[in-house]
């Protein structure tokens, strides 16, 4: 009896050490993803009007898919999309995407900000 009460302790236990891996994973590569997404908004906020990568429309990373420090790679597409007179005439909103390879699905962290014109 106590060897099946055994059993099923270390069969629960290795479960949960199983889906806590995961579960870390997750969160490390989404943790990962929000920076990729930043790191593009801070490298658009100091650009002029009129620069490529603030003209209106949907821009990807010339690197994709990209590695957790942005260089060529890796198991991340990172895109960001223009448009304009959002949410006042004259500005522009910038929606950064990141996505990753994933077994079960495509996840994705989206960030958006406002840029006024320089």
Same mark, same amino acid.
């Given at each position: 009896?106590?060897?099946?009460?055994?059993?099923?302790?270390?069969?629960?236990?290795? !479960?949960?050490?199983?889906?806590? &891996?995961?579960? *870390?994973?997750?969160?490390? @590569?989404?943790?990962?993803? %929000?920076?990729? $997404?930043?790191?593009?908004?801070?490298?658009?906020?100091?650009?002029?009007?009129?620069?490529?990568?603030?003209?209106?429309?949907?821009?990807?990373?010339?690197? !994709?898919?990209?590695?957790?420090? &942005?260089?060529? *790679?890796?198991?991340?597409? @990172?895109?960001?999309?223009? %448009?304009?007179? $959002?949410?006042?005439?004259?500005?522009?909103?910038?929606?950064?995407?990141?996505?990753?390879?994933?077994?079960?699905?495509?996840?994705?962290?989206?960030?958006?900000?406002?840029?006024?014109?320089?």
């Amino acid at each position: 009896m106590a060897m099946l009460l055994f059993t099923f302790v270390v069969l629960g236990f290795t !479960n949960s050490v199983i889906n806590s &891996g995961v579960t *870390g994973d997750s969160s490390r @590569r989404r943790a990962q993803a %929000t920076l990729l $997404a930043m790191d593009m908004v801070e490298r658009l906020r100091p650009l002029a009007a009129g620069s490529a990568e603030l003209v209106l429309g949907t821009h990807a990373d010339g690197n !994709n898919p990209i590695n957790g420090k &942005g260089k060529k *790679g890796g198991r991340y597409t @990172r895109t960001w999309e223009i %448009t304009e007179d $959002a949410p006042l005439p004259g500005m522009l909103r910038v929606v950064t995407r990141v996505t990753w390879r994933d077994p079960a699905r495509t996840p994705r962290v989206s960030l958006v900000t406002y840029l006024a014109p320089r």
